[in-house]
């Protein structure tokens, strides 16, 4: 019994070691959120970008920050209407794909059409997916395979990544 506790105990070390030699060096670099925006007229400095977001925002969404979970009054927001990139005003989910996942963030079951784009992300070692704001390059959170039906996807989302505008 011991010796299987001990296998797997090295079979763990050596798969997160092969995990964190390819994170380190496949990985992209430490570009951040820097990921390419789809339109140039987005591409601002991290001058122009603290200029346009408060210090909060701008660590979600241009150093990947991760805010504290249950921390967004968006967890409750319960009307119908789109969710929007705080970084460029591009409209990202719709109110309809929300759902309650008990993560503490956000989450949706899918983004609307073309609004993100997604990279892999390797800063807790094991890779991950994560996406960003299509237009201006924004990290909005991680993508799981443990959301509901019909798409399984779990969208989670920073909150103060994101605006919320009821229909109207």
């Not at 951040?32 to 977001?53: F, G, I, M, V, Y």
Request: aromatic share 14%.
């Amino acid at each position: 019994m011991q010796k299987f506790f001990l296998f797997l105990t090295r079979r763990s070390f050596i798969m997160k070691s092969i995990a964190a030699f390819v994170g380190f060096f496949i990985s992209p670099s430490s570009g951040l959120a820097r990921s390419n925006p789809d339109n140039s007229s987005w591409a601002l400095t991290n001058d122009e970008w603290k200029q346009r977001l408060s210090s909060e925002v701008y660590k979600v969404l241009r150093e990947e920050a991760t805010e504290a979970p249950f921390s967004s009054p968006l967890n409750n927001q319960k009307q119908e209407g789109i969710y929007y990139c705080a970084g460029c005003d591009l409209s990202l989910f719709s109110s309809s794909a929300k759902f309650e996942s008990g993560t503490g963030w956000p989450s949706f079951s899918e983004p609307l059409s073309g609004s993100v784009a997604t990279k892999l992300d390797f800063k807790l070692i094991i890779p991950r997916t994560e996406y960003h704001c299509h237009r201006c390059g924004g990290h909005q959170g991680h993508v799981f395979n443990d959301g509901p039906r019909p798409t399984g996807k779990r969208y989670c989302n920073n909150g103060l990544a994101l605006v919320f505008r009821p229909k109207t």
